[in-house]
């Protein structure tokens, strides 16, 4: 099964080894330190944008320091505002829902959970994070251009995204930015797709079945496959979309457009063209995000329920459904976009299929719990936390997926509740669970455990508390991407909703410091770590904290066990390692 | 820790059930015929999820309190029960698959039926912040627009008055009129970016694409004013796109039309 790789010499030189470094540690590292930045920046642009909401008019000079421009006048203007939700929503979508769970933790821990030296293709995955770093360049870069960043949204609806400034603010260079750092991101993403399913497909140690895998590598390798089929789409859109703007095609673009008494010179082009090649890859994207922390939840659940993981083979069936399912829903996100009725009905009632595989993870969750022995360990609060919210944001979309529903509830508020609980907040829960888990393998020190616990609590209720009260926005008809409500008398109402929100997202917000203090205090400060501190059974439990340079030395493991052998009657300890040796023949 | 976590998911379930099943912020009334059989399928809807939701939470409560650990006991090996699973399964698939299929109806009605025959006809243009109305006049036909005609001050649509049926077709600006109880079939198009027609009470919400007519048809079974909104992203003051629906009797309606016709 597994291919002779010589064990290569950890490179000497700082700059080999921690910049230019071809090591999947290193580099998982350097993916999750780049989200970490990222998150930071998406949460600041998304407590500028709550201000916004809560108080429109109001002026903040000390944040106007952080936009000098954008914020001339110290107040967040509404194309500000736009720029925002745009920046936003890419950074958080690209930079750290897909990076940090598949590029940092996918990368870190899949080679060592399949037993391998690292990854198949060691110089790919370095490129790999390189182009995503650049990536994240040019879209910063969209802030300081003249015009600043795109006020097209994270979706960049042709033709607002396709006909240049004339359509608004930011829609010059700063969309040209935007669309060459989504390029470069799909690029980045190809490479580290094609590694993830060659390495576990190919260099699975002796005995690593792939009915032995854990569920954190069925989940990446899962959510790989999807990239690879999905970013290809995307780049195809997005070097199209650029050529609309740069070199007077027309994919997007109709004849006979007139903007500011303007006529335009383009013909003959769709504008739901750039809408099916967006969601044929903005809807498995959302599946990129969410899967990864399915795969950490289970993987955590079941280490400290002290139990085997509930229907481990329903458990990777669900995970390929709704990866197949994922890609046969994308319709769902333009029922009212003028596309036939008839496909509309197709696509909702294929919807409304991924609830099943997505409620079988959730009961086998809750079976996973039934008669365990529960530790609440800080990733512990965390993956339970991730049960919980999964629950809530994948209930509504029952009613998104319906179509008559979605004619009251699309490019609403309720939206926006339910995919920053699904794909947000649950995936973020995802993260912290990862995080909190495999930092003593990571750093060798332990994360504070008092920290973490007033992290979990103060996260847990404030993101209920933020996003609750938003399905109540969208029900009362609030359209989302509006910067403020006093235009409407149907709006205004509505707005101390938007207060209380703000107050919540706020005190999340600060929360997160808590988190950010002790990663940080912890890597140097922390208490040492020993190999196994969790007691856990998969590979990476049996290395050092952290691994040495080829993981596991001369010796390549030899697995003999399941994944999740926790309470075997009989066995001397309550958990089993994956290399155990194999147990007697029953008597 | 397992009961301080139970009572907080205990407590966030009670207040989000409170939260929708006080309603103290919800849509306004529906005014529309088909409006009441949506809100039926979404309180339905939202019935069913929302017991199953509380059902989930307290469940995982309870699990987290009951089977903390105490001791050194150990956890049950138990890991499989095909049984249960297919149950489940099954159970999900069913009412997941009824909800999907009952959610159709209305959808249906609404769009895979051509509008009624005898309806009104009104298009929407829409543009950069702005709603065009246009009614066919006494003709009952829209007359030819043409887009080198279109000027913002006085021709916002581009009628090409050198068609006879674009004489009597009226224009208005963010007000659209239309007689109650009758249906109304509308032609929705855009001048550049796409929007998307809202109207809350009406329970309808349809996009504008640029370059598409896209038919829609309503009924509206109540009078009075509503506020058309943009709930499509369609540029820097997006959130200012408003428009007015005014649901009148037929014969004021009709004097409505007459003020704007030119003379």
Redesign the interface.
Known sequence: MRQAVATHEAPKGFIRRYIFSTDHKVIGLQYLFLALAAVAIGIVLSLYMRLRLAWPTERWPLLAKLFPNAMAGGTIS??FY?SL?TMHGTIMVFFVLTTAPLGGFGNYFLPIQVGAHDMAFPVLNMLSFWVTLAGFLVLMAAFFVSGGAP???WTA?A??SA?GEI???GLGMGQNLWILSIALFCIASLLGALNFITTTLNLRTKGMAMTRLPLTVWAWFTTAVLALLAFPVLLAGGILLLLDRVAGTSFFV????????Q?LPHKG????LWQHLFWFFGHPEVYIAILPGMGITSHVLSTF??????????MVTAIFAIGLLGFLVWGHHMF???MS??S??AF??L???I??PS??K??NW??T????????TVPM?FA?GF??IF??GG??G??L?????D??M???YFVVAHFHLIMGVAAIFGIFAGTYYWFPKMFGRMMNDTLG?LHF?LT??GI?AIF??M???G???H?R????TV????LT??QP?HVFITIAALITAGAQLLFFFNFFWSIWKGQKAETNPWRATTLEWTVPSPPPHDNFGPQTPVVHHGP?E????GAAE?YLLQTAPPAPAKS | MGFALALVIGVITLGTVIMFAGRFWWFPEAISEHGPSIDRQFMLTLTIIGIAFALAQVMLAFFIVRYRRQGEERASYWHDSPRLEVLWTTITAVVFLSLAVLGQRVWAKLHLNAPPPGALQVEVTAQQFVWNIRYPGPDGKFGRTRTDLINDVDNPVGLDLSDPAAHDDIVTVNQMAIPVNRDIHVVLRSKDVIHSFWVPPLRMKQDAVPGLAINIHFKAVKTGQFEIACAELCGLTHHRMRGFLLVLPEPEFERWLQQRASP
């Open positions: 509404p194309e736009l939700v006020i097209s949204g609806y033709p607002l006909i359509a608004g603010p109709p004849g006979g457009l007139i903007v500011s008494d006529i082009g769709s504008p739901l329920a002290r139990k085997p993981i509930f229907g481990y083979r329903a009212v976009s003028g009725p008839y509309a009905i909702s009632l919807t409304l299929s609830g099943v409620a079988i959730t009961f809750l079976a719990l039934y008669k365990a022995r529960i530790r609440f609060l339970l049960v919980s629950v809530t209930l509504s029952i009613i997926g319906q179509t008559s529903l004619i009251l699309h490019d609403t616990k609590w847990f209720i209920y609750i009260p399905h109540i926005l029900i009362a008809g359209p991407r509006y910067a403020e235009g409407f008398d149907f109402p509505l909703i999740y926790y309470s075997v009657p309550d």
